[in-house]
């Protein structure tokens, strides 16, 4: 049974670092591009970042590009989101998901992942 924990969620101030790890077993990782998402109170899960299987690509919304990084180590099953700069409005539950999927235009969607982390908590005071 494929599973996805996160992990690295917490406080921080305006301006501060946190670093997610998504540690993922019972699958073949390296043949899943990876994604996060957050969700905020009362409203939708929305994309945040995604990785194609080897690394070699990666994809941001555009309200974290030049902030966020995603990257991966197959070697160690886990894909990183570094969140830089972080801002009161990036407070959200941030989710990681696994998709066989190989058309980047579909990184974008929920609907083509097909597993999902327990999400983890980030908070950013102002």
């Known amino acids: 049974q494929v599973q996805l924990v996160e992990s690295g969620g917490g406080l921080v101030q305006a301006g501060g670092s946190l670093r997610l790890s998504c540690a993922a077993s019972?699958?073949?990782?390296?043949?899943?591009?990876m994604g996060w998402f957050r969700q905020a109170p009362g409203k939708e899960r929305e994309f945040v970042a995604a990785?194609?299987?080897?690394?070699?690509?990666?994809y941001y919304t555009e309200s974290v590009k030049s902030r966020f990084t995603i990257s991966r180590d197959n070697g160690k099953n886990t894909v990183f989101l570094q969140m830089n700069s972080l801002k009161p409005e990036d407070t959200a539950d941030y989710y990681c998901?696994?998709?066989?999927?190989?058309?980047?235009?579909?990184?974008?969607?929920?609907?083509?992942?097909?597993?999902w982390g327990q999400g983890t908590q980030v908070t950013v005071s102002s």
């Open positions: 990785i194609s299987s080897n690394g070699s690509s990666t």
């Open positions: 998901a696994s998709t066989p999927s190989r058309s980047s235009a579909s990184y974008y969607r929920r609907g083509a992942y097909g597993r």
């Open positions: 019972g699958q073949t990782f390296s043949s899943y591009a």
